[in-house]
C-alpha cells in the first residue's frame, strides 16, 4: 500500500512539474495566461492576441443580437466583428462625415447630439473608416477627451449593411444637413499603437477568431 501511495505522489509531482515548466516556456507577449484569471483574450488565427474582451455590441435599435464586440488593447478600445473585420465607426448606427464630396477632406465622427453642451468622447476609442482610407482613427485632441464641435460637411458614410466591414459613401444632398456636431477624426497606426498587422480591403485581422479565458 505504501509504494502505491509513493507512486501516486510521484506522478503528482511529475505532473505539477510539467505544469510548471508549460508556463514558464510560455511566450511573454501575453499569448497565454494562468487559468483563473477571469480575462477572456481574444486571438488572432493564428494566435496572435487582439486583446481583452470587454464586452458585446449589439444591433440598433436593441434588444437585438449582438454583430461585434469591444476589444481592450495597449490602453485602447476598439470595435470589432466576429468575422474579424470592423463596423463603421464604432458600432452600428455610427455615421463618418466629410468636409469633401464623396467622402473625402477632414473626417468627423457624428455625436448625434446637439452643440450645447459640447459631446466628449474618450480619445482611446479606435474607429474605423472603411470608404475613404481604408484606416483605423482616433479623435483628435489632446489628454484623455476630445470635444465634438459643429462643422460643415458635404458628405457622409455609413454602413450599408449589419455586417461588421461594410460602408458605402453618398454626398449629402437637400434636405440633407449641412452642419454635424463631431468629433474631428486623425490616424491611428495600428502596428505601433496596437501591436497588430492588418490588411486587406476591408481592413480586418485573422479569422477564424479564437475566445479564450485560460
Not at 485573422?206 to 479565458?213: R, W, Y
Amino acid at each position: 500500500m505504501t509504494n502505491i501511495y509513493l507512486k501516486a505522489a510521484t506522478i503528482l509531482a511529475l505532473a505539477a512539474s510539467m505544469h510548471i515548466a508549460t508556463f514558464a516556456q510560455s511566450p511573454t507577449d501575453g499569448r497565454w495566461e494562468r487559468p483563473g484569471s477571469g480575462a477572456v483574450r481574444v486571438f488572432d488565427r493564428n494566435r496572435h492576441l487582439l486583446g481583452t474582451l470587454v464586452g458585446l455590441t449589439p444591433t440598433e435599435p436593441t434588444p437585438n443580437e449582438p454583430l461585434s464586440f469591444v476589444l481592450f488593447r495597449n490602453g485602447y478600445f476598439i470595435s470589432m466583428g466576429f468575422n474579424g473585420q470592423f463596423p463603421v465607426g464604432f458600432e452600428f448606427g455610427s455615421q463618418i462625415y466629410w468636409t469633401g464630396s464623396n467622402c473625402t477632406g477632414d473626417s468627423y465622427l457624428s455625436s448625434q447630439d446637439g452643440p450645447s453642451p459640447a459631446p466628449v468622447m474618450s480619445r482611446r476609442t479606435v474607429i474605423w473608416d472603411g470608404n475613404a482610407a481604408n484606416s483605423l482613427y482616433v479623435a483628435s485632441g489632446h489628454g484623455e477627451y476630445a470635444v465634438a464641435v459643429e462643422t460643415p460637411v458635404v458628405s457622409a458614410e455609413i454602413a450599408n449593411s449589419t455586417l461588421p466591414g461594410t460602408s458605402e459613401c453618398f454626398d449629402l444632398l437637400p434636405p440633407g444637413p449641412s452642419h454635424i456636431v463631431g468629433w474631428l477624426l486623425t490616424p491611428l497606426d495600428a502596428r505601433k499603437v496596437l501591436g497588430w498587422d492588418l490588411s486587406g480591403t476591408p481592413l480586418r485581422v485573422q479569422a477564424p477568431l479564437q475566445f479564450k479565458d485560460r
